[in-house]
Every structure is written in structure tokens, then in C-alpha cells.
């Protein structure tokens, strides 16, 4: 129907795009109306769904629309005012602070009148002097690398594209980038940072020093910028400026194509009228109609992280020596120690995103698994929006491995009070990598393929 038929219309319908009726005067309608204009225009892209398949026509960019498919409701694109402007300043405002983060003084404990002091880093190198390198590297990599990379890679690409000339090469570090999103982990390190001097607070004097206020303020910006950036924003400006991985303009898929015959890019979200294993036009990543042996990987990666959870709870992921006198704490020993001193909501908090969170996600991610073998159709949105709730969360549960690096990197007063970290929080650091391997490997498009809906023709998007 048409949106402008009646005052009390729940819906709206342009061309076939479908969302909530807005009301008069405000900014819903100003979009309402350049859709309108734009409908039988140029500029309509194609862009298939990453959760379900589905492929929908996008309008052209309008300041404050989202387009969502019409059929998962996943989020597609989202047009904002300045998209290459605010994300750039943003970027370049983190990259400061993350450099005042890295070098300035983190925490320090006052013990019988000795001091130890912190960096962010700190808790890598003392885990490396405990023989756990592998929990070192993740906490480098999450906490240090990969934020840094982030802004790095964000302030290349939005820098070049403000120049008259940008380089031939920038369609790479912004595919980079997209490769490193669910592995930057500030936030989290700073949410157990606090769980970990409100431990160490009621035993001893703790100062916060200046890293960790330049971290708060860094971990605001980069939530801000990740709002503000979108990517897809970032790859039309270099198309239209010509920086593909294939010179020349893109040719759009034939009017006639349907799917499988046409692929869209896991990458950058182009689609394209091409076999399947060739490289993407726009930014050189590999075609595929779907994840290669996304269903073994993906049950190989679970195995793998079942195992691994049973040691992870059951050895102790750090040992705390008090007057001499050394005791082992495990995950749920941990929270026992937190409901012992009356903290309930740390405890509630460690435990969900210790215990319940990685058992929930090896579950739905079985469950997911098993409904394809079935081929079930049932509850397939619910399935999928599980889907991107598993992946959002599952990285949280890094909590307690970055709470015993806090507290191994401060207490280190000898036989007067020590804390070491122990074998299980390598192997629930493993579980919680695993399992993110594992979100990543599935492919949330096999759900839909296995109830025999998951291509289907070009339709419109939701535009809200």
C-alpha cells in the first residue's frame, strides 16, 4: 500500500520496502519522502543477507535509515550524516589515548609498605614468567595488538579517502579490518579491571593510575566510532573512486541472475555474477556460496572446546599465597570468594559470563547444528537471532582470564601475599577462543538452505 494512504497506517510500503509509519514532521518522514523520489531512480544496490541468505535491494545512501532484510530482520546498512568525517576523527582522537593508555602507569598496590606497579601489558609478561604463553598471547593480542590495529587500519583508510589521490592499496587494510572486529577486547579488560580492584580494594591501598582513565575514555570513543563507522559507507567511496582489487568499474550482475549463480562477498558485501572460489572484484576475498565445511569445523571446534571445559573448571586458574601459606582457587572458587565478602552482583556477573555463557553457547551452537542435520523449519528468525546474540556475547566471558591477569600483575609480594596463575585459565582462555572459532565457522545461511528457503530472489529491504 502507499504509506501516504491513511494518518493511523502502521506501515509503510515504497516499492516494496516495508517499515514503521512515521509520524508527521519528523525525520522518518523526510526519509519516507527520498525514498519516494528515488524509486524509480538509479542507485539501488544488491546485498544478500549474512545470516539467512536472502538477497534484497538496498536505495540509495539517506542520512539516518537503516535497511534490514525483510525475512532475519539483520541489520544491512546504516546511512549516516558525516560516514567517513566523525569515524576519522574518532579514530584518530583513540589512537592518542591509546598511546597514553600503553605508556602511562595502569595500577599500584601499597602492601607493608611495599609498592608494586602496573601497566596495561603487565599481566602478559608475568603470565610469559609462569610458562603460560598462550595466555600471554591472547592477552597481547586483545587487549594491546589488535585495538591498536583497529584505529590503525581505520585511520588509513579514512585518511587516504580524504585525499585528492588515495592510494591504489586501500581496499586492503579495510578488509583487514573487517577481520579483526570481534577480537578487540578493551572493554571487556576494563569491566574485569574493576571487578579486580574491587577485589584487591578491601585487602589493601590500590591507586588507579592515569592508563586507566585514559582506557575508560578510549573504550567510550571506540564505542562511539564503531556506531559511527560503516564499513559499507567506506567501500562505496572507494569504488566510486576506482580503488578495487579489479581496475575498472564493477559490472552489475545480470537482471535475469539468481542464486547460487550470483555471490555476495563476506567481506565488503558485493555481489557478483561469478563461479564460486573466484576472488571478489571490490576487495580480492574469496567467493563462496556459503562457508567451506562450515558444519565439520564448526563440530570440531565444540569437541575441542568441551574438553578443554571440564579441565578448565576443575583446575585451578590461579594460586593465592597469604603469609606464607599457598591456596588454589578454581572459576567457582573465585565466585565463592566474591559471595563470601557480600559481593552478590560481582559474583552473579563472573559466574554468568564464566560458567553459564560458554555452556549456553556450546549448547545453541549444537542445537543449531543438529536442526540442519534434521532439516528443521521450525523457529529459523528465533534460531538466527540467537545467532547474533551468541556472537555478540561470547566474548565476554573473557572476564575471568583478564581478572587474573589484573591480579597476577600487582600481587607479587613473595611468601608475604603472591598470586600465580595456573594451567586452568589457559585452558578456559582456550574455551573461550574455541568457541568464538566456532560462532565464526557456522555458517547461520545452512539453517535456512537446510529448510529449503535459503536463496531466493532479489527482494526489497526494510527500510526504517
Not at 603460560?132 to 588509513?156: E, H, I, N, Q
Not at 578488509?175 to 572486529?181: C, D, E, T
Not at 563461479?275 to 567451506?292: A, F, I, N
Not at 563472573?350 to 536442526?371: D, G
Request: charge should be positive; include cysteine; glycine fraction near 8%.
Amino acid at each position: 500500500m502507499d504509506w501516504l494512504g491513511s494518518a493511523s497506517a502502521q506501515h509503510f510500503d515504497v516499492g516494496g520496502l516495508r517499515g514503521s509509519a512515521p509520524a508527521a514532521g519528523s525525520a522518518t518522514t523526510h526519509t519516507a519522502r527520498a525514498l519516494r523520489r528515488a524509486r524509480h531512480g538509479k542507485g539501488w544496490r544488491l546485498r544478500g543477507c549474512h545470516d539467512c541468505g536472502l538477497f534484497s535491494r538496498l536505495p540509495p545512501s539517506i542520512p539516518g535509515m537503516d535497511c534490514r532484510c525483510p525475512r532475519c530482520g539483520a541489520l544491512l546498512r546504516r546511512d549516516w550524516q558525516s560516514p567517513l568525517a566523525a569515524p576519522l576523527a574518532l579514530a584518530g582522537a583513540g589512537l592518542i589515548l591509546c598511546a597514553a593508555a600503553l605508556t602511562t602507569p595502569f595500577m599500584s598496590l601499597r602492601l607493608l609498605g611495599q609498592v608494586r606497579g602496573s601497566t596495561v601489558d603487565s599481566g602478559a609478561w608475568v603470565f610469559v614468567d609462569d610458562g603460560l604463553w598462550t595466555l600471554a598471547l591472547v592477552l597481547t593480542a586483545t587487549v594491546v595488538l589488535v585495538p591498536l590495529l583497529r584505529l590503525s587500519l581505520r585511520l588509513v583508510v579514512l585518511g587516504g579517502l580524504a585525499l585528492r589521490h588515495p592510494p591504489r592499496w586501500l581496499y586492503r587494510p579495510l578488509r583487514w579490518h573487517g577481520l579483526l572486529n570481534a577480537w578487540s577486547m578493551l572493554e571487556i579488560f576494563l569491566f574485569s579491571t574493576l571487578i579486580a580492584y574491587t577485589r584487591l580494594a578491601s585487602l589493601a591501598d590500590v591507586q588507579l593510575g592515569p592508563a586507566i582513565y585514559a582506557l575508560a575514555i578510549l573504550v567510550l570513543i571506540m564505542i562511539a566510532a564503531d556506531m559511527a563507522f560503516e564499513p559499507q559507507a567506506a567501500w562505496d567511496a572507494l569504488e566510486s573512486r576506482g580503488i578495487t582489487a579489479t581496475p575498472g568499474p564493477l559490472p552489475a550482475p545480470p537482471r535475469h541472475a539468481a542464486p547460487p549463480a550470483i555471490l555476495a562477498c563476506p567481506c565488503c558485501h558485493h555481489v557478483a555474477h561469478a563461479p564460486d572460489g573466484t576472488p571478489c572484484p571490490r576487495c580480492g576475498t574469496r567467493l563462496c556460496h556459503r562457508k567451506p565445511a562450515s558444519l565439520s569445523r564448526c563440530w570440531a571446534l565444540i569437541a575441542a572446546a568441551t574438553i578443554l571445559y571440564v579441565p578448565a573448571n576443575l583446575y585451578p586458574v590461579m594460586t593465592i599465597v597469604t603469609a606464607g601459606h599457598s591456596e588454589a582457587h578454581t572459576i567457582l572458587g573465585g565466585i565463592a570468594a566474591f559471595v563470601a565478602t557480600g559481593s552478590w552482583s560481582l559474583a552473579t556477573v563472573v559466574f554468568v559470563a564464566s560458567v553459564i555463557v560458554p555452556l549456553l553457547k556450546l549448547a545453541a551452537l549444537a542445537t543449531m547444528l543438529l536442526q540442519i542435520a534434521r532439516r528443521s523449519s521450525s523457529s529459523l528468525r528465533r534460531r538466527t537471532k540467537l545467532y547474533r546474540l551468541i556472537e555478540f556475547v561470547g566474548r565476554w566471558s573473557m572476564i575471568d582470564v583478564f581478572i587474573v591477569s589484573v591480579l597476577v600483575a600487582l600481587v607479587r609480594f613473595g611468601i608475604v601475599a603472591s598470586i600465580t596463575a595456573e594451567i586452568g585459565a589457559a585452558c578456559f582462555g582456550a574455551v573461550v577462543v574455541l568457541t568464538m572459532l566456532a560462532a565464526a565457522t557456522f555458517d547461520p545461511r545452512l539453517m535456512w538452505d537446510a529448510a529449503g528457503i535459503g536463496d531466493r530472489v532479489p527482494e526489497q529491504a526494510v527500510v526504517q
